[in-house]
C-alpha cells in the first residue's frame, strides 16, 4: 500500500512539474508572440536579452516580415532606416563564437528571398547580406539567382558567391560560367573565379582568353594572375608569347602580378624564375614600345630583388641605354635591390652619364645611405653643373659623415651663391657621429674664411661645449673670426657666459662684432634667472670698456631688468656725454617693467634734452603706458597726463591723447571730453574716447555708452560719428 | 599641466629620439629646370581624372607652370569634359605667342589616358570609388600618379597599389596636403622627438556628415555615362544627390563611394597622427566604434597603448591634439600650432634630432620625385596605411564592434565575418 501510494506522489509530482513547465513555456511562447519588433530587433543585435535559441528562426522571420514592407515603403527616403536594421541583424548575427544563430539568419533571409511579395530593391539587400555572413547554406540559393531575369540581381548573387568560403560556390560560379553568353556577365564570373584563387578553376578559365570579346579575355587574363599557380603562370608566358595588343600587355601585367605576390610570400625563387622570364621574353626591340617597355622596368624591378648579382648588370647595362627613359628605369630599379652591388656599379657610372641620370643616382645614393658612396657624392661636387653639385651636396647632407662634413666645409669657404648657400644649409643640417668633430676641427684652424663658417655652424648646430671654444674665438684679433664668434655665441650662449660676453663685448672693436656681441649678450641674459646677478656682471664691465663697448653694453641691460640695472641706465640716461646719454634712454625706453617711465618722464622733462632723445623717451612712456597692463590703472593714467601736459609739440601730445583711448577709466574720459573742445586736437581725441569707450564696455558699460553718446552729440567728424553710431548699436 | 622645459631636459629626450632613428631631411634644392624642364620636350605631360569640384585647385595649379602641359582631361559628364578642355586650351592660347592653342583632348574613358605614350603623369581625383583602378590602370601603363586622398576604398586595393607603384617604379603622391603644411611638420617633429614625453592621447576631429539615405529614382541626364560612374560598386538609381560633388556631402555621404568622415577628414588627420607617431609603415591594432561598451568616441589604439579619439572636443578648437607625459600639441591648418610648454612650437631642432620629410609645395613635390627619382612625401604605401585606418574605422562602425588588426601580416584577427570586409567585391564588369 505504502509502495501504491508513494508512486501516486510521485505521479502527482511530475503532472505539477509538468503543468508548470507546459505553463511557462505557453506565458513564454506568448510573450514572444507580443514582443514588438522593434524589441526584438534591439533582442537580435545584442542591445536586448537575446531570444531562446529555438526562437531564434521565429524572431527573425518576425523581424523580416516587420522590415520587408518598411524596406520597400513608397517613401523612398524612409528605406534606409529599415535597411540598416537588417544589416545590423547580420553583423551582429556573424559575431565570432555564434555560427548557429549566423546560419539561421542566413536561412531566414533565403526563405524570404523566394517570396513574390519581396521587392527587387529588398532582395538586393538580403543578397548583399548574404555576401557577408553566407557560407554553405547560402550556396544553392544564390547559384539560383545567377540566372535571374534582374541583372543587378544576379550581379549580386555572383558578388556575394565570390565572398562565400564554402568551396561548393566555387562549382557554382564555374558551372554559370560554361553557360553564361553575356560579356559582362562572363567578365564578372571569371573575375569572382579569379579572386577565389581556386586552382580548379584554371582549365574552366583558359578558354576565355581566347574569347572573341577582348574584355573577357582580359579578366581571364587577370583572373589567371590571381590564382597564380605553375598552370597559370605557364599559361599567361604562353599569351604574352603568341598574342599582341592590350591581350599581351595583360598578360605581362599578370605575370608581373604573380611574381610580386610570390614575392610577398617570400619565395624569391619562384619569383625570380618568372621575372627572368618576362625579361627575357620582353628583351627585344619592340618591347621599347610604351605598354611593353613598362612590363620590362617591372620585371627589371622584380629582378634585381629577387637575383641581385643578375639584376645588377641588367642595372649596369640598361643605365648605358642611349634613351633616358631606359637610364631613369635602370636607377629606379637599383632601389628594389636587397644588396649594394647595383648601387656601387651606378656610382662608379656616374661620370658617364649626362646630368640628369647623375642627379637621379645621387638621389638615390642619398636614400639608400650608404656611406660608401660618400665618394661619389665628393666627386660630383667638382661638376661643372650646378643642379649636379646641389645635388651631391644633398646627398653628403643625408649621408653624414666626417668626410663629407669636411668637403662641404671646403666647399662653403670657397664656393659662392646657391652652392655656397646649400652647402651651409647642408652642414647645418648634417646628421654624423662625427661631424660636430669636422666642424670643430674646421674652426680651430685653417683660413679665416674657412674658419669662420665652421664657428658659424657651431652656433647653428649648437654644438655641447662649444661656447669656451667660441669665447676664444671671439677674442681672437682676426674680425672675421671674431665675428662669426661672436654671433655663433647668440646661438649657444647660456646664462652662465655673462660675464665673459660682457667681457668680450666691452673689449670688441668692429662694428660687425660688436652687434652680434651685443645679440649674443642679450640672448644670454634672456635665459638668466636671477637677473640682478646678471646685471651686476655687466654693469661690472662698464667701467673701462671701450666707448662703444660701454655704449653696447648699456643698451644690453633692458634684457636684464633689475635694480642694479635701472641704476645704471638711469645714470646713463643723464649722463653729459651725448652718446652715452642717447644709449641710455634708449635701454629705458625699450625696458620692460613699468617702473622705467617714470626715468624717462624725468629726462623727456629737462628742456636742454635734445629733440631726438625726447622724443625717444616720450615713446618708451607711451609704450610703457600702453603695454603695461598690469600695472595700477591710475599710475598709467598718471604718467600718461603727465606726457600730454609737458609736450614740447603737438606730435607728441597727439600720442598721449590717443594713448588714453587704452587707459579705461573715468580720468581718461573726462580728459578726452575737455581735449574734444580744442580745435587742433578734438578728432584725435574723438577718435581715442571712441576707444575708450570700447575698451570700458566690459567694466562700465553706462559710461561707455555716456561717452559714446556725448561724443555723438558733439558731431566731430563722419568717422567718429561711425564709430560712435557702431558703439551704441552694439550696447 | 604647463612643465618646466629646459635644456638638460631636452638632452635627455634626445636619447629617445635618437633611439626613433633621425632622419635628415632637406627640403628640395634641385631646382625642376636641371632638366631643361620648361622647354616644351622636356616638360612633363599630364593627364587629368575626374574633373569634377576637387580637380579645380589641381588643374588650375598645373596650367600655372611651366615645366608641366595639360594634354588630357576625363570625365564621365560630357559637358564637364568639354569645358576643361576648352578652359586648359584657352589658358595656354593666353601663353601661346599665336594667342592659339589646340593640344587638350577630352575623353570618357580613362583607359584612353593611360594608352598615350606621350602621358607621363596623371592625377586621380575622381570620388573614392574609382581611385583604385584609374591608379592601377595608370601604373601598370608606366604613369605616375597624384591620387586623391583616400587613397583607396578598400584594404587590398591599398596593397596592390603600393605593391604596383613599387613594382613598375612609379613616383605616387597622395593628396594627403597636409604633411607638406609647415605646422603639421613642426607637430609631427616635436612629437617624433619626444619633447612631450611618451605620447598617450590624441584627439582629432573630423565632423559628420548626415546619414546616407536612399533615393527615388531620377532621370540621367543626358551627356552623362552614369553606369561608368558607379563604376565597381552595386548599383542603385539614379538621383542627383548621390552623384554631386559637395564637400558636405553628395556621394560622401555614402558608404558604397567612400569612408564617409574617416575616409574624408580622417585621412588627413589620421594621416599625420601616423606620421607623428612613426607608424607610416604599420598602424593600429584596435577599433572601437562609437558606443561600443560605452565608448563615447569612436577610437583605434596602436601596440604601445596610445590612443586615437575621435571628434573629442579639442582645445581651442584645434584639429589634432597631442597629449604626451611631459606636454602638448595643437596644430591645425593655416599654420597654427600651439604647444606645451609654449617654448617648443619655436625651438630650433639640432642636427641628431629626428627632422621629416620637408615639403612646402604637396604638388610640386611630386613632380620634383618624378624628375629625381626621390621618394615623394606622402607615398602609396604611406597613404595605403592611412587609407587602413579610415577603412577599419568604418567597419567596425556598420559592424558595431571592435575590430583587431595585424598591421605586419595586414589582417582582421579572430572576426571571419569581418575579414570579408577587407575588400569588397566589384559590379561586372569593373575589376581591379
Known sequence: MKGTKEMKNKFFSLVRIGLFFAIALGLTAGAFAQTPPEELIKQLTGKAQAPEAAQLADSYQKALDYLIPLMAADNVESRYNPQIQLQNLGSYAARPGADAQREVFAKVLIQNLEKPQVSGVVKNWFVLQLERVGAAESVEPLAKLLKSDDVNLRDYARRALEKNPAPAATDALLKELTAAKDVNAKVGLINSLGQRKVEKAVAAIKPALDDKELKVACAAAGALANIGDKNSVDTLFSVLENKSGALQVKAGQGLVYAGRELIAHNERAAAGRIFEGLNKALDKPKSKENSLFFLRVAALNGLVACMPDQGAKLVVAMAQDADPKVRAAAVKAARQAPTKDALAALGQLMPKLDADGQIQVLTLLSERGDLSSVKYAKEALKSDNEPVRLAAIQTLTRLGSDEGAGALLELAASAQGETQKAALEGLARMVGPLVDEAVLAGAASGKPESRAVAIGLLGERQVSGASEKLAAYAAEEDEKVSAAALKALGDVASANDVASLAGLLAGVKSVEARKSGEAALKSALGKVTDKEAAAKLVVAKLNGAQPEGKIALIRTLSAAASPSAVKAVTEAAQSADENTREAGIRALSNWPDFEAGAFLLEAASKADLPMPQYVLATAGVIRLVKESKSAPLDKRTELCLAVLDKARRPDEKKLAIAALGSLPGQQAADRLMKLVQEPEFKVEAGLAAMELAGNMRGTNKDAAKKLAEDIRKLDISPDVNSRADKLLKDN | ?432
Open chain 2, 1 to 432: 599641466m604647463k612643465k618646466n622645459f629646459s635644456p638638460s631636459r631636452r638632452n635627455f629626450l634626445l636619447k629617445s629620439a635618437a633611439a626613433l632613428g633621425a632622419v635628415a631631411a632637406f627640403p628640395t634644392i634641385v631646382p625642376s629646370t636641371v632638366f631643361g624642364a620648361t622647354a616644351p620636350s622636356n616638360r612633363i605631360n599630364l593627364g587629368m581624372i575626374g574633373m569634377g569640384l576637387m580637380m579645380g585647385g589641381h588643374l588650375e595649379g598645373m596650367l600655372n607652370r611651366d615645366d608641366v602641359q595639360v594634354l588630357a582631361v576625363c570625365d564621365v559628364v560630357e559637358n564637364r569634359r568639354n569645358e576643361a578642355k576648352q578652359h586648359v586650351e584657352k589658358k595656354y592660347a593666353e601663353k601661346a605667342p599665336s594667342g592659339s592653342y589646340k593640344g587638350c583632348d577630352a575623353y570618357l574613358e580613362y583607359e584612353k589616358i593611360c594608352e598615350r605614350s606621350d602621358i607621363d603623369g596623371v592625377f586621380v581625383v575622381t570620388p573614392d570609388h574609382w581611385h583604385a583602378l584609374c591608379s592601377l590602370a595608370a601604373m601598370r601603363a608606366g604613369k605616375h600618379v597624384y591620387c586623391q586622398k583616400p587613397m583607396t576604398l578598400t584594404i587590398r586595393e591599398g596593397r596592390l597599389m603600393s605593391d604596383t607603384a613599387r613594382q613598375y617604379g612609379i613616383v605616387f603622391q597622395v593628396g594627403s596636403q597636409q604633411r607638406s603644411e609647415r605646422a603639421f611638420r613642426r607637430a609631427c617633429e616635436i612629437v617624433r622627438n619626444g619633447w612631450i614625453g611618451k605620447v598617450h592621447t590624441i584627439y582629432t576631429s573630423l565632423g559628420e556628415f548626415a546619414p546616407p539615405t536612399t533615393l527615388a529614382e531620377q532621370p540621367i541626364p543626358a551627356g552623362f555615362d552614369y553606369d561608368r560612374w558607379l563604376g565597381p560598386t552595386p548599383w542603385y538609381p539614379y538621383n542627383e544627390e548621390r552623384v554631386k560633388g559637395d564637400y558636405g556631402g553628395g556621394w560622401r555621404r555614402f558608404w558604397e563611394y567612400g569612408s564617409r568622415k574617416n575616409g574624408d577628414w580622417g585621412a588627413h588627420h589620421f594621416d599625420i597622427i601616423q606620421w607623428a607617431l612613426g607608424m607610416d609603415d604599420s598602424g593600429p591594432v584596435k577599433f572601437i566604434p562609437k558606443g561600443y561598451d560605452g565608448h563615447e568616441f569612436q577610437t583605434h589604439y596602436y601596440a604601445d597603448g596610445t590612443r586615437v579619439l575621435r571628434d573629442h572636443p579639442t582645445r581651442n578648437g584645434q584639429m589634432i591634439q597631442f597629449i604626451g607625459a611631459g606636454g602638448e600639441v595643437l596644430v591645425s591648418r593655416g599654420n597654427r600650432l600651439e604647444t606645451t610648454p609654449a617654448e617648443l612650437a619655436k625651438m630650433p631642432l639640432l642636427p641628431s634630432e629626428a627632422h621629416l620629410y620637408e615639403s612646402n609645395d604637396h604638388e610640386g613635390n611630386w613632380l620634383e620625385c618624378i624628375r629625381t627619382g626621390r621618394k615623394t612625401i606622402c607615398d602609396a604605401e604611406i597613404g595605403h596605411r592611412t587609407a587602413t585606418i579610415c577603412h577599419l574605422s568604418g567597419i567596425a562602425e556598420r559592424l558595431g564592434r571592435p575590430i583587431e588588426w595585424d598591421p605586419v601580416e595586414e589582417k582582421i584577427l579572430n572576426d571571419p565575418s569581418a575579414e570579408r570586409w577587407y575588400d569588397r567585391p566589384r559590379r561586372a564588369p569593373y575589376v581591379l
